[in-house]
Every structure is written in structure tokens, then in C-alpha cells.
């Protein structure tokens, strides 16, 4: 009898055992009650995007590979929540049913637990599918089937993970094609995450000019992400990937009347929409390329991050140690004019 009870004692802890090494169950119980997309905005904070890793072609390849130490260092500087882009689609089979790489989940999964053991807010999204840009109808299927592997592998993690549908609508993907797919992927991360807070953005490129042509599903957990780069010739002077950006090397922002103005009449279009529709707002990117000098990057970040705060916004600065970034990964040196305007700016 002894050995019986031995016998079903060892198969449940197995089993236990099981559940537990589970990517999806993660020790997390998941979310049981609704919750208030607001007050998840207002927890979400200060944040910053984990860029050039997992939206690169294959992590690593754009210069950076997250470690554990940069989810460490983004907490202790006063940070709240980081923005992951991921590029699903370089890791997904080409046919049906586009199925996801193992390999590349069990990263993503890694990169959730780091935030998550960091007490960081954690927002993974779907950058850089470019074919879907080009050819909507075409990748429908396999934007649908992404959507409907990630919400099963993630339904059991906590409030503070928040899925973002897809990165800067652009191209072929106009904002009547996207007002028609978004819809259909929020349905699908909803029939296994009823109450997780959803953030989606707009046509465009996500900007402004996209903004006004959203329409909103039906669905009372949602978050909007606005992404700004305005003055254009002064955030992406001498980028590389702008065509004839070279000869903006130089602009400067110096935080005159008529500059902040501009700005402020800016996000006073995004407050006034997003009043309307009664939703929380988020600035889910913002930045100024490393060729501009530093003063007028710190300038022109606290002006963005004052009207953020200003008016109940979260947001996430583009990025962390790439082009745009704060922290230089290869001597820990952080650009401290930066920083102090992303994190001490009322």
C-alpha cells in the first residue's frame, strides 16, 4: 500500500513540476477580474523601449542583445515599464500554419521574466512585419495565426504583461485596412485573454495624421499608442535610414516659445481625441537621433515628457543603447542630460 501511495505521490509532484517549468503558466495565475485600462496607463509610467533586439532580422544583428543586467539597471534608474518590439514574423514558418519557433519564444518568455522579476511593467508588441505592409490580404492568415499563438502561450501572465497588436500601420496597410484587421485580431486575443489590457495604435506610422482616422473597436480594456518624432528634420538628422537626412545635421531645438508651442498644440490634438473617446493614452515612442547634439535632445525630451505626465500619458522613449539611446552598452556610461529629462521631469 505503501508503494502505491509513494507511486501517486511521485506522479503528482511530476506533474507540479510539469505546470510549473510551463512558458505560458509561469507561475502566474493570469487575470481574473477586469481591469481599468487607466489606472494599467497610469502604472505603466515612465518607460522605455528595448529596441534593436528582438526587431531585428535576428537578435543581435542591429548591435544590441538584451541582457539581465539592462532590466536591472532600467528599475534602479527609475523607470516603470519597458516596451519589447518583436519581430514574430523572421521566426515564423512561411506556410500554414505559421507556426512560431520554439527557440524564439522560449526568448521572448526569458525577456518577460526578466521585467517581470524587475517589477517592470512589460508591453511586447509586433514589429517590423514588413510583408504585411506590403501585401495585407496576403499575410492576413498568418497576422491572425502570430496573434492566436502568442495569446495562448501568455494567457496565464500577470496584469503587467500588455500585448500591443502591431507597430506603426504603414504602407499598403491603410487605416481603412487597418480599422478592418485590428477588430479581428483583438477577437482572437480575446477569446484567451478576456481581461488583458490591449494597446493599439494607428495607421500612419502611428502618428497624429493616423490618430484622426482610428476607429476604436468595441472593447472597454484598451490603451492607444501615439508615437512622435515632431520637428521630423531635427529627431532623425543624419539617420541613415532617412533619405537626404544628412543635410538636417545640425538643427537644433532650443526650447523657444514657438518650439514648445508647437509641441503643446501637438498633444493637445492627441488629449482632445482621446477625451472623445474616452481612452488612456500612451506615447509609445518618441526620440532624437544621436546626430543632434545633446543639449537639444534633452530639451526637446523633457518638453515631450512634460506634456506627457501634463496630461495623464505614459510613455516609452525610442530607446534604450542604440542610436537613440540613453545607456551606452559598451563602457556603462548613461547620457546623464537624457536621462534626468526622462526620469526627473515633472
Known sequence: MKSIVSFFI??????????????????N????????????????????????????????EWGVTLEAEFFELIKATGFSSVRIPIR??????AEAPFTIEEAFFDRVDWAIEQALENDLMVMINMHHYEEIFQNPAQERDKFLSMWTQISERYKDQPKEVLFEI????????????WNQLLPAALDII???????????GAAEWGGIPGLLKLDIPNDSNLIVTVHYYEPFQFTHQGAEWVENSDPWVGTTWNGTPQEVQAVENHFQQIVDWGEDRGVPI???????Y??????????????????????????????FASGFGIYNANNGQWDMELLNALINTE
Not at 31 to 47: H, T
Not at 166 to 177: K, Q, R, V
Request: proline letters at 6%.
Open 166 to 177: 502591431l507597430n506603426e500601420p504603414h504602407g499598403e496597410l491603410t487605416a481603412e485596412l
Open 282 to 288: 500612451n506615447i509609445g515612442e518618441f526620440g532624437a
Open 190 to 200: 480575446r477569446d484567451t485573454n478576456p481581461n488583458r489590457t490591449v494597446v493599439i
Open 29 to 60: 495565475t493570469g487575470i481574473s477580474e477586469p481591469l481599468d485600462p487607466f489606472v494599467q496607463n497610469a502604472e505603466l509610467g515612465r518607460g522605455i523601449n528595448l529596441g534593436n533586439a528582438l526587431e531585428a532580422p535576428n537578435e543581435g
Open 290 to 319: 544621436s546626430k543632434a547634439d545633446s543639449p537639444s535632445r534633452a530639451r526637446w525630451t523633457e518638453a515631450i515628457v512634460h506634456f506627457a505626465l501634463e496630461n495623464n500619458m505614459s510613455y516609452h522613449y525610442w530607446e
Open 10 to 27: 511521485a506522479c503528482t509532484l511530476l506533474i507540479v513540476t510539469a505546470c510549473s517549468d510551463s512558458p505560458s503558466n509561469n507561475n
Open 88 to 93: 514574430w514574423s523572421a521566426h515564423t514558418s
